[in-house]
C-alpha cells in the first residue's frame, strides 16, 4: 500500500501530539503524582506509537513504545515521576521533535544512535523496578486505571468488545518469550490490544505470571469484535500454548475489596456475563454516530489552498472595485444595482476567507513554556511564565514569521533582564522572576507584550554605550527622549552587555527582531524603567491581504493610508505651522505633532506646494505616538488588497506594499509605522 498519501496527515497529528506531550510533562514536573496527566501522556505515546508503525517510522514507533513500557508503573503508582524521569522524557521528545523534522524535511526517518541510547535508557529505569511491576495475580479479576477505563469505554462506544484473555504457556516451553510474541502478533491482528501482563521488559527478563497449573502465563485486555471461539481457536494453533481463556469485560467500574489507598479510586472489573452484550453495540453504534457527526464539521485543508484561494479574493475585491466604478461613471441604475449586490456578496466571501486565514496565536505561544523551562535551568534562574490572550487570533502569515522573534525577546528576559535568585533577594524581590507574555487586539492590530520584573535598562547607560559606539553624538544625546534612548536597542551591533554568553550579548538580534516586525507592518517599542523591569511591546496588524485604507494624493501620485492608523483629517492653516529644533510641528487641542510633508518625504516629482493655502493634513497615530502626513488631496475611504513589492524600491521602508486601484493604476501603502 502506497503511505505517501497519508504522510501530510502523519504529519499534522504528529505536531500536535508532540505539543501536547510538550505541554503535559511541564504539567508532570509539577504535579508528578497526577494519573491524569500520566494517562494523556500515556495516551498520546500509545496514538504516536501506532501512527509512525503504520507508516513504517519503526524508530518513532520504538522510542515511543519504551516511553509506554515507562509510563506504566507510573501511572499504577509503583513508581514517582522524579526529576529523573521527567527528563529523560524530555530527551525522548527532543528526540520524537528531531525525527519528525526529519520526516518533514527527507520523508524518511534520521538514522541515529540516541535513538537507541535513549531506549537503554528507558530500559534501564524500567528493568531497575521489574521486580514489583508483576503483582497481577492471575487468580483474581483484571484491574485497570482510568485511562484503561476511558479506552475501554470508548471501544465500547465503536461497538467492539473488550475482552480479558488468558494464556497459559506448556511449563516445558524452552522459549516461552517466543510463544509469547506469536500471541501478541496474533491478537493485533484481530483487534486492539489495550493492556498486556506482564510487559516486553519483564518478559525478556523472563518474569511471567503463574497459577497452579502453569509458570508461564499472559494476561491482554483486547478490544475485538472476533467471536470468543475464533480467539481461541487462532491461539490454540500455536504450538506449546496450553490453555486459553477468554471473558468479557463491563463496562461497569467498581471498587476491589482488595485495592490499596494508594490504587486508583476508579477500576473495571472482568465479568462472565454476555446479556447485555447487544445493547451495549446499539449504545456504542448511537455514541459513534454522534462522534462522527461531530467530527465531520472540520476538516483539514492544506494552507497552500488557502493561500491560492486568498488570492482570487482578492483579485475578485479588485474588480469588484473597478465595476462599481464603472457602473457609476455610466450612470447607468441597474448596472449600479448589479454591482452593489456583487459588492455585497464579494464582503461575505472576503469575510469567510478572512476567518479561515486566521489563527489562534496560541500555535506560537505554546513553544514558550519549555523553552523558559529549560534556559532558567540553565541560568540557574526561578522563573514563572505567565501566558495571557493566547486565545486571540492573527493572521496565518504573521504566524509563520513571528516565532523567532519572540524566540529571542523571550531569551534576552531571561539572560539579560531577571536577575539571580540571590541578587532578587537583596533587592527585596521575589526570588522566583517573573515573565508574562499577552496579547490582545487593539482595532485591527495585534499588540504583543513580553515584560519582566527584572533589572529593567538605564536610559544613561544605553546613552553612553551609543555614543562610545559612535551611533550618536553628545550633543544628539542631550536632546533625545527616553522612547529615542530605547530605540537605539534595535540598532544593529548595538549590546550594553560586557561579556557575551551563549545565549545573547554580542549585538546581533534585536535589529533582526526589529526588521522582521518592520516587513510584518508591524512596529516593536520598549519601556523601562530601573529594578521594576522591561517592556517590549510589537504592534501587527491582524491581517496582511486585504484591508481598508484612505487614499490620497500628493501632486500625480496616489498612496494608501490603512485606515486603523488614522485619527482624523483637519485642515490646518500654513501660518500655523511652526518649528521646533528645526522640525516642523502643529498644535491640534493643544497638543503638539510633528508634521511630515509627503511629497518632500518620497520627492514627488513635479509637485510644487502653495505656500498660502491651508494644508490637508492626515493624523496618524501608533500606540501613544502622533504625526500629522500634509497631502495635496482626499479620494476616499476604499478596501484595498496589499501586494508585496521589491523593499530595493525604497531604502527607508517607508513603503509597506502596494495595490491596484478601480481604474488600474497602482498606488503605494504607506508603512505608518516607520513614518512616525
Given at each position: 500500500m502506497n503511505l505517501e498519501q497519508y504522510l501530510g496527515l502523519f504529519i499534522d497529528e504528529s505536531k500536535e501530539n508532540l505539543q501536547i506531550l510538550n505541554d503535559n510533562l511541564l504539567k508532570l514536573e509539577k504535579a508528578p503524582a497526577s494519573t491524569e496527566i500520566l494517562n494523556e501522556i500515556f495516551r498520546v505515546a500509545h496514538t504516536f506509537k501506532g501512527m509512525s508503525r503504520t507508516m513504517g517510522?519503526?524508530?518513532?514507533?520504538?522510542?515511543?513504545?519504551?516511553?509506554?513500557?515507562?509510563?506504566?508503573?507510573?501511572?499504577?503508582?509503583?513508581?514517582?515521576?522524579?526529576?529523573?524521569?521527567?527528563?529523560i522524557l524530555f530527551s525522548c521528545l527532543d528526540k520524537l521533535e528531531n525525527l519528525v523534522d526529519s520526516v518533514i524535511e527527507k520523508g524518511t526517518e534520521n538514522k541515529d544512535n540516541?535513538?537507541?541510547?535513549?531506549?537503554?535508557?528507558?530500559?534501564?529505569?524500567?528493568?531497575s523496578e521489574s521486580s514489583e511491576q508483576s503483582n497481577i495475580s492471575v487468580g483474581q479479576k483484571m484491574e485497570f486505571n482510568e485511562y484503561d477505563r476511558a479506552v475501554i469505554?470508548?471501544?465500547?462506544?465503536?461497538?467492539l468488545i473488550p475482552k480479558e484473555i488468558t494464556v497459559s504457556i506448556a511449563n516445558e516451553c524452552v522459549l516461552p518469550g517466543v510463544r509469547s510474541y506469536m500471541v501478541n502478533s496474533v491478537l493485533e491482528n484481530m483487534g486492539e490490544i489495550i493492556k498486556y501482563c506482564p510487559t516486553v521488559e519483564e518478559i525478556e527478563s523472563g518474569v511471567f505470571l503463574q497459577t497452579n497449573d502453569s509458570q508461564y502465563v499472559i494476561k491482554v485486555l483486547l478490544a475485538t469484535k472476533e467471536d470468543t471461539e475464533e480467539i481461541k481457536n487462532k491461539l490454540l494453533d500455536i504450538s506449546e500454548i496450553a490453555n486459553v481463556e477468554v471473558i468479557n469485560v463491563s463496562s461497569l467500574a467498581q471498587k476491589a475489596e482488595n485495592l490499596s489507598e494508594d490504587a486508583s479510586s476508579k477500576i473495571i472489573t472482568v465479568e462472565e456475563t454476555e446479556a447485555n452484550e447487544e445493547n451495549k453495540k446499539e449504545d456504542g453504534a448511537q455514541v459513534q454516530k454522534g462522534i462522527s457527526k461531530v467530527a465531520n464539521q472540520t476538516i483539514r485543508v492544506n494552507s497552500g489552498r488557502l493561500d491560492i484561494l486568498m488570492n482570487l479574493v482578492g483579485e475578485l475585491v479588485i474588480n469588484k472595485t473597478r465595476v462599481f466604478q464603472l457602473s457609476r461613471d455610466l450612470a447607468n441604475h441597474d448596472l449600479i444595482n448589479a454591482a452593489g449586490f456583487m459588492e455585497n456578496i464579494t464582503g461575505e466571501i472576503q469575510e469567510i476567507v478572512m476567518k479561515l486565514r486566521l489563527v489562534p496565536i496560541d500555535q506560537v505561544f505554546n513553544r514558550f513554556p519549555r523553552l523558559v523551562r529549560d534556559i532558567?535551568?540553565?541560568?540557574?534562574?526561578?522563573?514563572?511564565?505567565?501566558?495571557?490572550?493566547?486565545?486571540?487570533?492573527?493572521?496565518?502569515?504573521?504566524?509563520?514569521?513571528?516565532g523567532d522573534p519572540l524566540v529571542h525577546l523571550i531569551r534576552n528576559s531571561l539572560d539579560h533582564g531577571l536577575e539571580t535568585p540571590e541578587d532578587?533577594?537583596?533587592?527585596?524581590?521575589?526570588?522566583?522572576?517573573?515573565?508574562?507574555?499577552?496579547?490582545?487586539?487593539?482595532?485591527?492590530?495585534?499588540?504583543?507584550?513580553?515584560?519582566?520584573?527584572?533589572?529593567?535598562?538605564?536610559?544613561?547607560?544605553?546613552?553612553?554605550?551609543?555614543?562610545?559606539?559612535?551611533?550618536?553624538?553628545?550633543?544628539?544625546?542631550?536632546?533625545?527622549?527616553?522612547?529615542?534612548?530605547?530605540?537605539?536597542?534595535?540598532?544593529?551591533?548595538?549590546?550594553?552587555?560586557?561579556?557575551?554568553?551563549?545565549?545573547?550579548?554580542?549585538?546581533?538580534?534585536?535589529?533582526?527582531?526589529?526588521?522582521?516586525?518592520?516587513?510584518?507592518?508591524?512596529?516593536?517599542?520598549?519601556?523601562?524603567?530601573?529594578?521594576k523591569g522591561t517592556t517590549v511591546t510589537i504592534t501587527l496588524p491582524s491581517t496582511m491581504a486585504i484591508i481598508q485604507a484612505l487614499l490620497v494624493k500628493t501632486g500625480n501620485e496616489t498612496y494608501a493610508l490603512p485606515l486603523n492608523y488614522i485619527n482624523e483629517v483637519i485642515d490646518i492653516p500654513a501660518a500655523q505651522v511652526k518649528k521646533i529644533q528645526?522640525?516642523?510641528?502643529?498644535?491640534?487641542?493643544?497638543?503638539?505633532?510633528?508634521?511630515?510633508?509627503?511629497?518632500?518625504?518620497?520627492?514627488?516629482?513635479?509637485?510644487?506646494?502653495?505656500?498660502?493655502?491651508?494644508?490637508?493634513?492626515?493624523?496618524?497615530?501608533?500606540?501613544?505616538?502622533?504625526?500629522?502626513?500634509?497631502?495635496?488631496?482626499?479620494?476616499?475611504?476604499?478596501?484595498?488588497?496589499?501586494?508585496?513589492?521589491?523593499?530595493?524600491?525604497?531604502?527607508?521602508?517607508?513603503?509597506?506594499?502596494?495595490?491596484?486601484?478601480?481604474?488600474?493604476?497602482?498606488?503605494?501603502?504607506?508603512?505608518?509605522?516607520?513614518?512616525?
Open positions: 517510522f519503526n524508530n518513532i514507533a520504538d522510542l515511543t513504545h519504551n516511553m509506554e513500557n515507562l509510563l506504566e508503573p507510573l501511572r499504577s503508582g509503583k513508581k514517582q515521576a522524579d526529576g529523573k524521569i521527567v527528563d540516541l535513538v537507541n541510547e535513549l531506549v537503554e535508557k528507558l530500559k534501564a529505569v524500567i528493568n469505554d470508548e471501544a465500547l462506544s465503536q461497538g532558567s535551568k540553565s541560568l540557574n534562574k526561578d522563573v514563572n511564565l505567565v501566558i495571557k490572550g493566547k486565545e486571540i487570533e492573527i493572521d496565518r502569515a504573521v504566524i509563520d514569521e513571528i532578587r533577594i537583596k533587592k527585596d524581590k521575589p526570588a522566583k522572576g517573573t515573565i508574562e507574555l499577552s496579547a490582545l487586539s487593539e482595532g485591527d492590530n495585534i499588540l504583543i507584550r513580553i515584560s519582566d520584573d527584572g533589572r529593567g535598562i538605564d536610559p544613561e547607560k544605553i546613552k553612553k554605550k551609543a555614543i562610545d559606539k559612535g551611533f550618536i553624538t553628545q550633543e544628539t544625546a542631550r536632546s533625545m527622549s527616553e522612547n529615542e534612548i530605547f530605540d537605539l536597542i534595535f540598532k544593529a551591533g548595538f549590546s550594553t552587555v560586557e561579556v557575551a554568553t551563549d545565549l545573547s550579548g554580542r549585538g546581533v538580534g534585536m535589529d533582526v527582531v526589529k526588521s522582521k516586525v518592520s516587513t510584518l507592518g508591524g512596529t516593536a517599542s520598549i519601556s523601562s524603567k530601573v529594578d528645526n522640525r516642523e510641528v502643529i498644535t491640534v487641542r493643544d497638543k503638539t505633532i510633528p508634521l511630515m510633508r509627503v511629497a518632500e518625504l518620497l520627492e514627488t516629482p513635479d509637485y510644487e506646494e502653495d505656500s498660502e493655502k491651508p494644508l490637508t493634513v492626515v493624523i496618524v497615530r501608533s500606540h501613544d505616538r502622533y504625526c500629522g502626513l500634509s497631502v495635496s488631496e482626499l479620494i476616499g475611504q476604499q478596501e484595498i488588497v496589499i501586494k508585496p513589492i521589491n523593499k530595493k524600491l525604497c531604502s527607508e521602508n517607508f513603503i509597506s506594499g502596494a495595490t491596484t486601484l478601480g481604474n488600474g493604476d497602482v498606488a503605494f501603502i504607506l508603512n505608518i509605522n516607520t513614518l512616525i
